[in-house]
């Protein structure tokens, strides 16, 4: 899979510009706010329907401007496609995959990327929320019916939530919790499920690029940790411990009007050696950690698919050590994964030259 060009108009600071993708490695060197990374940013948002750095379409537009849109032609299993956004301050934003126009949830698994930013080394140390959305986007991206599972649950604990409030106000009979927690309670297993068997694989993976990283010092683990779930529970059947679980929390539940249970509140845990990455790993280790973490969603991906996604590095070069470095890019030129890499400094990299440079300065791109 690789992305053969793109064009941008009226994006970000880009007034017009179109560029032609090496298929190996694309390096932009320049200056911080000059526009390297929302270069990264289209070519992410085309994978998710997403950006990664603002939750409003409308920011992805040029100042003043009333319109943009992002083109893309890319390659997957060998077959040529065409992806277009089109994005407006008035009107809902139109996805068209080769002319069609297609809905957001028909566009996941169409193009699969996996971006790695400085924000992604607080991973590990930082809150649940952030394991879970990098978790639901890696198996998302490599199954679009868990994507649409995902969206139905949480549909399904917004309007719980919303009961709950009602109930605690005495405008609803808490009895019409009933009806939806046999919902929640399917919808809920079938992630969860689908979660564990993601960390199962992502387990040996990550494993496997820890040892090589860390030189065969370090062993990774990761586990899937369901919220509330003692250990003696594991044994147990997930739907049976689900309903046994909302039935105990009702009445906290209706006090807090929110659903205290249910995969929204699970966590993935990280350990190197036995030791708890998040609460005793040394900033070195943590490192370690999230890059074994995102060269196994590399893996995870293409063992998925059948090709591997396009990496998206933005501005990690100056957060990783020379060692850390030097295992990525060989890492990257062994499997010959598109990449696009983003950095101010060209002494970040070997000193053969490796792909294709992109000088990028005012929204003014050369090669």
């Not at 924000?119 to 679009?144: H, T, Y």
């Amino acid at each position: 899979m690789y992305v053969r060009s793109i064009l941008l108009r009226n994006y970000r600071n880009y007034s017009e510009i179109q560029l032609d993708f090496d298929p190996n490695i694309n390096v932009f060197l320049g200056q911080n706010a000059q526009g390297k990374t929302n270069i990264l940013e289209a070519v992410y948002y085309a994978s998710l329907g997403h950006s990664h750095r603002t939750h409003s379409d409308t920011d992805l537009i040029r100042w003043e401007q009333p319109a943009a849109s992002v083109q893309l032609d890319f390659d997957r299993l060998g077959v040529g496609n065409h992806l277009e956004f089109q994005f407006s301050r008035e009107k809902r934003r139109r996805i068209l995959l080769n002319e069609h126009p297609i809905r957001p949830k028909e566009l996941i698994g169409s193009i699969n990327t996996v971006l790695f930013s400085p924000e992604d080394l607080f991973l590990i140390k930082g809150a649940p929320a952030g394991r879970r959305r990098f978790l639901d986007a890696e198996i998302s991206q490599a199954s679009p019916a868990y994507y649409h599972e995902l969206q139905q649950y949480n549909r399904i604990v917004t309007q719980r939530n919303t009961l709950l409030k009602r109930i605690r106000e005495r405008k609803a009979a808490s009895d019409m919790l009933d009806l939806w927690d046999p919902q929640l309670i399917e919808s809920a297993v079938k992630i969860t499920k689908k979660r564990q068997e993601a960390v199962k694989k992502l387990n040996m993976l990550a494993n496997l690029m820890q040892r090589r990283i860390s030189d065969n010092r370090e062993n990774l683990s990761i586990a899937y940790e369901i919220h509330g779930m003692d250990e003696g529970d594991m044994t147990n059947d997930l739907a049976s411990w689900y309903n046994k679980e909302l039935a105990s929390h009702r009445e906290v539940d209706i006090l807090r009007g929110s659903t205290t249970r249910g995969p929204h509140h699970d966590d993935i845990v990280l350990t190197v050696n036995g030791i708890n990455l998040r609460n005793f790993g040394s900033q070195g280790q943590q490192r370690t950690g999230v890059l074994s973490l995102k060269l196994s969603e590399l893996e995870f991906l293409r063992s998925e698919t059948g090709e591997y996604p396009i990496l998206l590095l933005d501005d990690v070069m100056s957060e990783l050590d020379a060692s850390r470095r030097q295992q990525l890019m060989t890492y990257i030129r062994r499997e010959r994964i598109q990449t696009m890499i983003t950095a101010t400094d060209a002494a970040y990299f070997p000193q053969e030259r490796i792909g294709t440079y992109f000088y990028v300065k005012a929204g003014r791109i050369t090669r």
